[in-house]
């Protein structure tokens, strides 16, 4: 089993800590947070007073953090964690960041011979506590090799992107699509039911037909169609609505730097921009749905 450093023990990455601890793996962990030290501590994991002492005699390094700058700040720069990591140590970055800042540290990680993946996740919280995450990953093919079986006990599904910021522009083409397919969804649940439509009934009848989707299979926005999903729950739970439009900006800045016409995408943006601004942004993204019936 392995030596392994954790760095970001939030939502997702206290779970996916914890999931390593459960494979048998020694996990040392850090957060600016005591209590999520505190829990990986009663996992069976070990907590560190800072990323450096965390990093301390691991060849291996996980991080999950909440954006670029962050991810930016932790391996960059005469001070940044690469400077201390030892050669020959795999980085494995889960992060959702923009693709060009995964390429910088991709190419930072490669001048102090430490080979890296940037590996962001898809399945949200339930995804990462049950250990069923999809990974996206970019960098060099033979490093996903070394790295499968530390992937394998967070995840369920490793997919390789390609090179070096290849999983970041997976995930960001991934969440622009989520988040399309709900707003879609959300928009024509609320049109049946103000017709006169049973939402459970509805939403059977598109999800075996051709506007079936994901939202609908698993996700369905409308509270009480499915009980298990965070519209039954006050919209609690799940993948926040400003995590989302950070996805979502991300994705805009992907097309941007291609030239690439995204007018679903920019929508998309613009509606979750407005939850945000509505006082939302803690509520899972589904909430979207209140966009139509509120």
């Known amino acids: 089993m392995s030596k392994i450093a954790f760095i970001g023990l939030g939502h997702m990455g ?100 430490i080979e890296m993946l940037d590996a962001p996740v898809s399945g949200g919280t339930a995804g990462a506590a049950a250990g069923t995450l999809t990974f996206m990953t970019g960098g060099a093919a033979a490093t996903l090799e070394k790295a499968r079986e530390i992937l394998a006990a967070m995840g369920k599904n490793i997919f ?34 103000a017709n006169g439509l049973d939402p459970s009934a509805l939403a059977e009848i598109m999800r075996q037909s051709s506007g079936g989707n994901w939202s609908l299979e698993k996700y369905n926005p409308w509270p009480g169609v499915m009980e298990n999903a965070p519209a039954s729950h006050d919209y609690s739970g799940g993948f926040a609505t400003e995590l989302m439009t950070k996805d979502l900006g991300l994705a805009q800045e992907a097309a941007q730097s291609t030239g690439s016409s995204t007018p679903m995408g920019s929508l998309a943006l613009q509606l979750y921009r407005l939850m945000i601004k509505q006082g939302k942004g803690k509520l899972d993204f589904s909430a979207v749905q209140k966009l139509f019936v509120e």
């Open 14 to 113: 206290l779970p996916m800590a914890c999931n390593l601890v459960k494979a048998g793996h020694e996990v040392s962990g850090f957060d600016l947070v005591p209590s999520a030290l505190e829990q990986l501590v009663a996992a069976g994991g070990k907590a560190s007073n800072s990323a450096r002492d965390a990093i301390e005699g691991v060849q291996i390094v996980v991080s999950m953090l909440p954006a670029s700058r962050h991810v930016e700040g932790l391996y960059l720069g005469d001070d940044g964690l690469l400077s201390y990591i030892q050669a020959g140590s795999l980085v494995l970055e889960c992060s959702t960041i923009a693709p060009d800042a995964a390429r910088k540290v991709h190419a930072a990680a490669a001048q102090m011979g």
């Open 160 to 193: 390789h992107a390609g090179p070096a910021g290849a999983g970041q522009v997976a995930k960001v083409c991934n969440n622009q699509l989520l988040a399309v397919h709900m707003l879609g969804t959300a928009e024509a649940m609320a049109l049946g039911v």
